[in-house]
């Protein structure tokens, strides 16, 4: 006997993910789920954007990692809530594992959310977690290879920060090529060129945040 | 590997389908897979049989259709095929363009018995 379905398989994450997402509205919270590489510079630029927005804006962290609690020690360091999620072994975060997390908010205290998710450039794009945007991380040191070999990374995420640009002169890489890359996969990828360590290109990148919370804010 | 959690889903689905019908035993399985998905068939079909070793589907076929990346031009209204995950249009170059086929990772139909 046939039985026609037509199903999306990833029917049960996405519900949950709109749930959540129901949750942010009610709310008026910004929820910002960002990905990158191990390494490429995630929590420092968690740690650079809370510190020139906390006097403006609430912000809560969800470190996601397999392992170690050491990216949460750092962010709880400036004095905002945190809260840590060992996967275990999943390489990325999903909607429920987020939803586990609200206990440990007071979701209607905070204006920003970030969702700093498992370090890998293939598997967090595949899954919502209730996020209004997905922001990636590019550092120069990767190679300007990587939107041709990521392509579901960049095509899922509304912003690229190209980091590290202070590595610049020892690396063959230019900017020029993954912004030429990645706007083939994304023509309306929103694209920064920063450095966490020096801070140069940062200004533009806490604008647009601070954009992004107020509009939601007015709606 | 994430395909296994997706091959989780597929046979939660799948099992609620089974016990709605009162199905005895599956004897295959339909799938869309888009290809924006970046689910790697051979990996699916793995998983697919680790997880249902010992119940009631195992042994089901699992038939997969690779949908292409398809997507139309808002501006001139041509459809065309996404080659090299390249989004913009090949006809007029226009970056405004909206996917009509590839995304999805869906079940169609199922067999059983």
Known sequence: MKISVVKNILEANDRIAEQNRSLFDEHSLTVMNLMSSPGAGKTSLLERTIQALKEDISVGVIEGDIQSSQDAERIARMEIPVVQINTGGACHLDGNMIRDTFDEFDLAALDLLVVENVGNLVCPAEFKVGEDFKAMILSVTEGDDKPAKYPLMFHESSVLLINKIDLLPYVDCTVERIREEALKINPHMTIFEISCKTGDGLEAWYEWLKQQVRSRKKA | ?113
């Open chain 2, 1 to 113: 590997m994430h395909e296994m959690s997706i091959a989780q889903s597929l046979v939660d689905i799948l099992q609620e389908e089974m016990v709605k019908n009162n199905a005895g035993s599956l004897k295959s399985v339909k799938l869309n897979i888009g290809k924006l998905s970046a689910i790697v068939p051979e990996a699916l079909s793995f998983c697919f049989e680790i997880i249902v070793s010992g119940t009631n589907m195992e042994g089901a076929d699992l038939i997969m259709e690779m949908i292409p990346l398809k997507g139309i031009c808002l501006d001139c209204d041509q459809a065309f095929e996404i080659e090299d995950y390249a989004f913009s249009c090949p006809h007029c170059d226009s970056p405004n363009i909206r996917t009509i086929s590839g995304q999805d990772l869906s079940i169609v139909e199922m067999e059983v018995e």
